[in-house]
């Protein structure tokens, strides 16, 4: 398991674990000083060393993942770009491919997932950033009138296809999805919490991971302020990996639990794992209580995916059961 934080500095700490309950501290297995090492440990956040995945090819592990770019000519507060490293072992340590990001869109880019369909080509998705990109729509309008905020900033979520090798993209990146347009918009509501809670003026579309179901093409993301309640997930659908996806009616399909008794808020930047045996689906987030107050934990909750539909059975705070195909004579955690 990979995350931001977990104890590394300016990099990335792993978790390994044998039945997704018990979790053994692997330490830091990426550094920003490694010899091919493009990133900045003096612009905000630190370096920005974010949302790190990792993906086992021909038994090597790449590890896609988001950082401040050295090369930052207009000083931009927010300048990130997405690299891939590589190790020989999961532990690491992770080596820059190259002494650059995988590829400069023109703007700055979080959150990579990438996605290997069955016919051997891989996709990169991640997510353009708020950061400078105003963008009119009657959320923005309403927001005027209230006199709340001149502007709302959209991050929002691409897809392009990768190279082989990793090197870089093939074609140019497609938009898959953004926040909605028109307030009657049925996702307008959850997607929009971080403004009509007076937040701050941007709405997101983040954190996405994509799987293949049955000949179905899922993406899952995450809307809202991050450091906020109102952090949530979502899924869209389609029959090719670029899209077009059209989202779910039973969106959001992960949010705050505080509204029913519940004790969980910022549920958010999803992946999907699997049992031991591969028989479950288990969806892993990050989200805070009221014991860990501003600090964001490691949630992992059911989940299924059946005829273009996804349910959630989180978030969950009391024992479950464990997963299928672990040996134990205890079966919950």
Known sequence: MYGTGGGADKGFAAYSS???????????????????????????????????????VKGRFYMFYSAQWRENPNHEAENFRIGVAVADKP????????????????????????????????????????????VESEI????????????????????VELKPDFSGVIGEPVLLLHPPVRLNDKQSEWESRSVTSHEVNRRWTEGSFTFKKDGIYYIMYSANF??????????????????????????????????????????G??????SPDGKEMFCVYH???????????????????????????GPTTTPQKLPSGVATTNNTY
């Open 18 to 56: 044998k039945d997704l309950v018990h979790w053994k501290p692997e330490g830091q297995v990426y550094f920003y000083n490694n010899k091919n090492g493009w990133s900045d440990t003096a612009a905000s956040w630190g370096g920005a060393y974010w949302a790190p995945e990792v993906y086992e």
């Open 91 to 134: 532990t690491g340590p992770f080596i820059d491919l190259a002494n650059k990001p995988v590829f400069d869109p023109g703007y700055p880019e979080i959150d990579a997932d990438v996605f290997f369909d069955t016919d051997g080509r891989a996709y990169l998705y991640y997510s353009r950033v708020a950061y400078k990109h105003p």
């Open 140 to 159: 923005a309008d309403w927001a005027r009138k209230k006199g709340w905020y001149k502007e709302i900033e959209e991050s929002w979520v691409y897809g």
């Open 226 to 267: 991050f450091g906020g309640q109102n952090y949530a997930v979502g899924y869209a659908t389609s029959n090719s990996p670029l899209g077009p996806f059209k989202k779910a009616a039973n969106n959001p399909v992960l949010q705050k639990n505080t509204g029913k008794g519940g004790i969980v808020t910022g549920t």
């Open 269 to 274: 930047h999803n992946s999907v794992t699997y």
């Open 287 to 313: 989200a805070r209580t009221t014991k860990t107050g501003d600090e964001r934990v490691v949630f992992i909750d059911r989940m299924e995916a059946k005829g273009g539909k996804i349910i959630v059975h």
